[in-house]
């Protein structure tokens, strides 16, 4: 059976990938805890949607961002060894997809009022969620805590994406 309580976060402490342990509230674990966030409100969304191809798209971005958000958590030494990236290839992804979305549905030229479906405003939630994300992200590459720069332009592209 899988162990999921630890207790070794009782000290107020989390380990990234590898033995390295910081303060819940090191910046780190606050980004790829708010990934998750934005992974559980797609969660939501893929749930409450019955479009097949939604549903298939959502599940391939939260695939993406449990990759994301195992990037995040290691810390630069162990990132080889991990071999946890996002990469120009899922941007790509993000990029393609998106624009073969814009060809075949009309989006109005104007601002859009989440609500109008709870599908819809789940969507919203996580796009928000990941713009806060992306946010973080940044100043994590700004302070030199992470050096891949796909992560931010993947949180951008997926944001935009959602």
């Known amino acids: 059976m899988a162990k999921v309580t630890t207790g070794t976060g009782d000290d107020g402490y989390t380990g990234l990938l590898g033995a390295a342990r910081v303060p819940k509230y090191d910046p780190r674990p606050d980004t790829f805890g708010t990934v998750d966030e934005a992974t559980s409100a797609l969660g939501l969304a893929r749930a409450m949607t019955a479009d097949g191809e939604a549903r298939e798209l959502i599940l391939h971005v939260q695939r993406d961002l449990y990759v994301l958000m195992a990037e995040l958590a290691t810390p630069a030494e162990n990132l080889e060894a991990v071999g946890f990236h996002i990469t120009s290839e899922h941007v790509q992804w993000l990029e393609a997809t998106e624009d073969d979305l814009k060809r075949r549905v009309d989006i109005p030229n104007k601002f859009v009022i989440p609500g109008d479906t709870p599908d819809g405003a789940a969507l919203d939630l996580a796009r928000t969620i990941i713009r806060r994300a992306e946010r973080m ?4 590459l700004h ?3 992470i050096a891949n720069h796909e992560v931010i332009r993947y949180l951008n592209r997926c944001s935009d994406f959602i």
């Open 137 to 140: 992200a940044v100043k994590l």
């Open 143 to 145: 302070d030199g805590v």
